[in-house]
């Protein structure tokens, strides 16, 4: 069965600090890749997907990158925090191809201070 | 573009009673897929969910089920016998048949199951 791992579940990191979360994939091969962004008491707004290796399409402009080195990889990232990258970041995939539904990883907790 | 709304911002309900959680979208798209999604204290998005838009009937899961009303661009969902388990906080999320597999999502509906 597939599975997503997303670490770390919490971070704090001082304004101007760089970033890195990093999204695994296991039991299936060529999934499409998703980071979502999670504002307190909102829904979800896409920020990054990725269809294949090295392929990132960008959503909405903003201070963050994200970039997939190997298949079932996605990482997301930034060289200098801002106080409005808080949030709550969940990374999701779905199967290539016919794609009929996202699975989620656990989410990781980011406070910016 | 397509949005998604959900205009109950919270909601409760009592234990083993049933409610009803409401969704509106807007698309011109013909072909597209339509989500509940539910989010407990741990932050973990469940799929509760699945509805394909060019299938007339309402899909069901256990005690999950909607009511898909395609020309009005409705998607409601109603919980029977509620459990003090479905105590969270529901999305209501839109796909757009595509390779890209993205999904648009609603603001949210905290429900609170009492005792």
């Known amino acids: 069965s597939q599975t997503i791992h997303q670490w770390p579940a919490t971070l704090v990191q001082p304004v101007g600090s760089p970033l890195s979360l990093e999204c695994t994939v296991e039991?299936?091969?060529?999934?499409?890749l998703y980071w979502y962004r999670q504002a307190a008491g909102r829904g979800l707004q896409l920020l990054f997907y990725s269809v294949g290796i090295g392929q990132i399409s960008s959503e909405v402009p903003q201070n963050l990158s994200a970039s997939r080195p190997q298949d079932r990889q996605f990482i997301l990232s930034s060289k200098k925090l801002l106080l409005s990258d808080s949030g709550f970041y969940l990374c999701a995939w779905s199967p290539g191809g016919g794609i009929t539904e996202a699975f989620f990883g656990q989410g990781t907790r980011l406070t910016v201070v | 573009a397509q949005t998604v709304t959900q205009s109950q911002p919270e909601m409760s309900v009592q234990e083993a009673e049933t409610v009803t959680l409401s969704c509106t979208y807007d698309?011109?798209?013909?072909?597209?897929?339509l989500f509940w999604y539910k989010q407990p204290p741990s932050r973990q998005m469940i799929l509760v969910i699945r509805?394909?838009?060019?299938?007339?009937q309402n899909a069901t899961e256990n005690r999950f089920s909607v009511n898909f009303q395609k020309a009005a661009k409705s998607f409601s969902l109603k919980i029977s016998d509620s459990q003090l388990g479905d105590t969270a906080m529901y999305f209501c999320?839109?796909?757009?048949?595509?390779?890209?597999?993205?999904?648009?999502f609603g603001q949210g509906t905290t429900l609170q199951v009492k005792p």
């Open positions: 698309t011109s798209e013909n072909n597209y897929y």
């Open positions: 509805q394909e838009a060019y299938k007339q």
């Open positions: 039991g299936t091969s060529n999934p499409n």
């Open positions: 999320a839109f796909m757009k048949h595509s390779n890209t597999g993205k999904l648009i």
